[in-house]
């Protein structure tokens, strides 16, 4: 059925006004979310103008043959961390760098946060995160407003920030000590705000009480290495604070989304909520799909501290069941690119490592390598959780994360056969480490398209600097009243 609508409707649409072309992509196996069909592209003035097949398109001024491999949508990073910092350190990456690398791995926006600084409004963190990263990034992207603090006059900006574009919020129910914490009390009034403007809320979802319990504890015993991360970060620690936040929101009845899922209760927590008909929607990341908590065990453990931790293979296969049935709605990598010499400042003590782990350019590849070519998810699917869903969750849709006459040309060519072992090599912003260091990558993008230019090919940036823009959100009624992603 798509099949002859999309050859016989969207085809003949262009025809008019187009007599050159920007650049047709032919022999491409075009993924949808829905669907796979052999079809050729037509992309004039950074959009998409013609799907089907290239003999009836007008001349194109450059015209690029994929070759029978995957045409998919530009990857879209739900969470990363661009030069940020935290816990006494500052992430490598700047904008610039890090959206090469973004590019180079087959994503083509990226949502990035302001986080609200100490006795600033949160008006003023975005206001500088944009002054950071306008003019520099080499890839589109967009910000969550990360509020650290629920007193009036934060929350009284709430709707201006979903005016201007940022529709989405990200609070901590951690880091009580680091004073970034949203305490359940506030989570209320702020929640209602954002719900009553037509916003999405959002937690990291960790039990402030049971880590300090447990981190106090275990540091009294002298108990200080890398394992003790994942020990006094256990899963009900994380699935406690998932459920009381769905709890509020359900109360509310405002629409949640969770970051960076972990752990396999908190799948079935998400499960049975969209079961229900609850609008709730989570994340998980690369590293809880592919890394285990043994890693904490090795000499090099303290460089896999991330929170939550990593976890026991039982709730990595849960995760990738949540993939495919539907439950996770998308997948970031949560980059934080943290170098090993910033990873030593907790040698003495696993409290004192900076959280967070590298690898933005290596989210698609290993969602195809790990996902796809390992039979865990459809090629469908996969452009689901790495683009699609990404745009519908976040109100970038269908400009981005489409495949779609008129969406923008963000298209990334994937090639199956190509087989790899990671390394960081060619990183653009120069990482000493990668935590995915030797996996056998069976498949990876070999160019990444933004806005209809070529920006990445085999493995090395070819665009520019300054090219990416800040796109404006809004989140659709839809997902905001049922789980629609
Ligand atoms: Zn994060």
């Known amino acids: 059925m798509r099949a002859s609508l999309k050859l016989i409707i969207?085809?003949?649409?262009?025809?008019?006004?187009?007599?050159?072309?920007?650049?047709?992509?032919?022999?491409?196996?075009v993924v949808w979310p829905d669907v796979t069909l052999e079809a050729d592209l037509a992309i004039d003035a950074g959009k998409i103008i013609g799907i089907g097949s290239g003999d009836?398109?007008?001349?194109?001024?450059?015209?690029?043959?994929?070759?029978?491999?995957?045409?998919?949508?530009?990857?879209?990073?739900?969470?990363?961390?661009?030069?940020?910092?935290?816990?006494g350190a500052t992430t490598l990456d700047e904008f610039d760098t890090g959206t090469m690398a973004a590019a180079i791995g087959g994503t083509t926006t990226v949502i990035d946060f302001a986080f609200q600084a100490k006795g600033k409004l949160p008006m003023e963190s975005i206001e500088a995160r944009r002054k950071e990263a306008d003019g520099k990034v080499c890839i589109d992207y967009t910000l969550h407003s990360n509020l650290t603090e629920g007193n009036d006059a934060s929350i009284a900006q709430i709707p201006k920030i979903i005016e201007m574009g940022i529709p989405s919020f990200k609070f901590f129910m951690v880091y009580r000590k680091e004073e970034l914490m949203i305490d359940d009390g506030n989570l209320i009034p702020i929640m209602e705000e954002i719900k009553k403007h037509g916003g999405l809320a959002g937690c990291h979802t960790e039990n402030v009480s049971i880590i300090e319990f447990l981190q106090e504890q275990a540091i009294k015993k002298g108990n200080k290495s890398p394992i003790y991360h994942a020990l006094t970060r256990p899963p009900i620690n994380?699935?406690?604070?998932?459920?009381?936040?769905?709890y509020i929101s359900k109360y509310l009845d405002s629409a949640f989304y969770d970051y960076h899922l972990s752990v396999k209760e908190g799948v079935e927590l998400i499960r049975q909520a969209r079961k229900e008909g609850f609008?709730?929607?989570?994340?998980?990341?690369?590293?809880?799909?592919?890394?285990e908590e043994d890693m904490y065990k090795r000499p090099d453990g303290l460089n896999f501290i991330c929170s939550p931790p990593l976890r026991t293979r039982d709730h990595i296969e849960e995760l990738w069941r949540g993939l495919a049935d539907g439950t996770i709605s998308a997948v970031a990598s949560d980059q934080a690119a943290f170098t090993l010499e910033h990873k030593k400042m907790g040698k003495d003590s696993f409290n004192k490592v900076p959280n967070g782990l590298p690898g933005m350019e290596f989210r698609v590849p290993l969602m195809f390598s790990e996902g796809v070519q390992k039979g865990r998810i459809s090629v469908n699917r996969m452009a689901a959780v790495t683009s699609t869903n990404v745009a519908k969750i976040f109100g970038l849709y269908p400009k981005k994360g489409a495949i779609e006459i008129g969406s923008d040309a963000d298209l990334v060519i994937l090639d199956p056969k190509i087989k790899k072992k990671i390394t960081i090599d060619d990183c653009p912003y120069k990482i000493d480490w990668t935590p995915f260091e030797g996996i056998e990558l069976q498949g990876s993008p070999v160019m990444?398209?933004?806005?209809?230019k070529i920006i990445a090919e085999n493995g090395k940036f070819v665009g520019k600097t300054g090219e990416g823009e800040f796109v404006k959100g809004k989140i659709s009624e839809e997902i905001l009243k049922r789980p629609a992603a």
């Open 56 to 87: 009836v398109f007008p001349k194109a001024d450059r015209v690029v043959d994929a070759g029978g491999n995957f045409v998919v949508p530009g990857g879209i990073d739900p969470h990363v961390h661009m030069h940020v910092g935290f816990m």
């Open 10 to 29: 969207e085809f003949c649409h262009f025809w008019f006004g187009v007599v050159f072309m920007d650049l047709l992509i032919k022999n491409g196996k």
């Open 448 to 452: 990444t398209i933004s806005k209809g």
């Open 279 to 291: 609008p709730a929607y989570c994340e998980t990341t690369t590293h809880y799909l592919t890394l």
């Open 238 to 246: 994380e699935a406690e604070a998932l459920n009381r936040a769905l």
